[in-house]
């Protein structure tokens, strides 16, 4: 199925650096989500992004909604252990009645103390 | 304020066995999804309800999957003669019906991981 490009694929950083994600298309979306995925565990939403340009803070998370519609980026700042998981992100068209979610393939995230 | 729940969050099977699974999503949520997932993918989209009407299913779900929502509460999702590629984590999500586009953010449950041997 189609699916988002999402970059890098793994990141191994040090405790306290700043990370950051992306993700592009080709296509146009409405609405961009970012979960965090922890194994065994179903994904959880962390930022919704619906207008192009819109900046939003989670804490230390921040992510945008870039301005051509087809890509968005996640930064996380000053990471900590915890912040360890698989970030996803997906795309929603308005089109239609589906909201079905279009899903980049994810970016694993470790954390060393 | 309860999320999504699914049960059971695990299941262990033999080829050529049925399965079921449930989903109790958000109360307020009409919007109900199925998802598959598996090892290094994200969530692949199987079927939607709004409601008890299923509205969409993914070429994903063959003829041996089958899921309801009789009540427009919670769902099951049914693999009849599972086979060993089945096994996958299978997500549930809900969401409410926003006609504007906005707050259609999808909450996910924990996942029902099958295995099928």
């Known amino acids: 199925g189609q699916q988002l490009n999402q970059s890098p694929q793994s990141m191994f950083i040090q405790e306290g650096e700043d990370v950051s994600m992306n993700c592009t298309s080709s296509?146009?979306?409405?609405?961009w989500l970012w979960y965090k995925q922890e194994p065994g565990e179903g994904p959880v939403l962390l930022i919704a992004l619906y207008k192009a340009g819109e900046l939003t803070s989670n804490g230390r998370l921040t992510a945008q909604f870039g301005i051509t519609r087809k890509d968005s980026f996640l930064n996380i700042s000053a990471s900590i252990p915890s912040d360890v998981g698989i970030y996803f992100c997906a795309g929603q068209r308005n089109a239609g009645n589906n909201r079905k979610l279009i899903w980049g393939l994810g970016t694993s995230l470790a954390v060393n103390p | 304020d309860t999320g999504v729940s699914q049960d059971p969050r695990h299941k262990i099977t033999k080829r050529g066995q049925n399965v079921t699974f449930r989903c109790d999503p958000i109360s307020e949520h009409n919007r109900l999804y199925w998802y598959r997932q598996t090892l290094g993918q994200g969530p692949e989209f199987l079927t939607y309800f709004q409601n008890e009407a299923q509205l969409e299913k993914s070429r994903l779900l063959s003829d041996r999957f089958s899921a309801e929502r009789p009540k427009g509460s919670f769902s099951t999702l049914e693999i009849q003669r599972t086979e060993q590629g089945d096994s996958a984590m299978y997500l549930c999500?809900?969401?409410?019906?926003?006609?504007?586009?906005?707050?259609?953010?999808?909450?996910f449950g924990p996942g029902t991981r099958l295995t099928v041997l």
């Open positions: 296509s146009i979306f409405n609405t």
């Open positions: 999500a809900s969401s409410r019906n926003i006609a504007s586009g906005f707050y259609n953010e999808q909450f």
